[in-house]
């Protein structure tokens, strides 16, 4: 069956364009949640949704970044005035709930020049 | 979060078990053993999980000290495409709801296969 898709898989973005990655989860699974891995390190968490609420985004690295899943299905990660410092692979994982497993996406990698 | 600690590295040659060590001594009552792996240029897979009791499924087993101070997972014939990073991950499922769920990943063991 289909996985967890992100799109797109690569983005170059200049030093403060705005970037908005998506994830389509797996059909009917509730929880959805975004990592970001830097290169050599494992995956870290950003935020997650049940649903369309959002119930933590403790691991948002700044008010640039902002995530929204607004129909609790689709959810898109935005990033404002991009940095060189947000480079990194930007991970989804979706999961039938909470205390489920995690199914990952094969991230979008993004470059900022 | 509990932490784990896991060898940098491993090499393994094809067709032979390998056994991969995590330490996790702060481990509480309510924290379950994950184990997710991640192939080169892919996103994480889930391997297994467990909470006191050995745990066995397609892809490997899991062996849990009785203290449950440490863990092995045990890929018992390594193939070419088991070459990943192997992480080892504590997670506490005792509270309803929260932010306990997420996955807090170390840098993992890097799994070499040899043919």
């Known amino acids: 069956g289909a996985g967890v898709s992100q799109s797109p898989r690569y983005k170059v973005a200049k030093r403060g364009q705005d970037v908005a990655l998506r994830c389509d989860p797996i059909?009917?699974?509730?929880?959805l949640f975004w990592y970001q891995q830097a290169l050599g390190q494992g995956p870290e968490f950003l935020t997650y949704f049940q649903n369309e609420a959002q119930l933590d985004k403790s691991g948002l690295p700044s008010d640039r970044f902002f995530a929204e899943r607004p129909e609790g299905s689709v959810s898109t990660l935005k990033i404002q005035r991009t940095q060189q410092e947000d480079s990194a692979v930007y991970l989804c994982a979706s999961s039938l709930n909470l205390d489920r497993d995690e199914y990952f996406g094969p991230g979008t990698r993004l470059t900022v020049t | 979060d509990a932490k784990t600690t896991q060898p940098n590295s491993m090499e393994s040659n094809e067709e032979e078990p390998v056994h991969l060590p995590c330490n996790h001594s702060t481990i509480s009552g309510t924290d379950y053993i994950h184990w997710y792996r991640q192939l080169p240029s892919q996103g994480p897979e889930y391997v297994i999980h467990?909470?006191?009791s050995n745990v066995n499924n397609r892809m490997a087993s899991l062996a849990i000290a009785e203290d449950r101070k440490s863990s092995t997972l045990i890929l018992h014939r390594a193939t070419l495409r088991d070459a990943a990073v192997y992480y080892c991950?504590?997670?506490?499922?005792?509270?309803?709801?929260?932010?306990?769920?997420?996955?807090?990943f170390g840098k993992g063991t890097l799994l070499t296969v040899n043919p």
């Open positions: 467990g909470l006191t």
């Open positions: 059909s009917g699974h509730v929880s």
């Open positions: 991950i504590l997670r506490d499922e005792g509270k309803s709801g929260g932010s306990n769920y997420k996955l807090t």
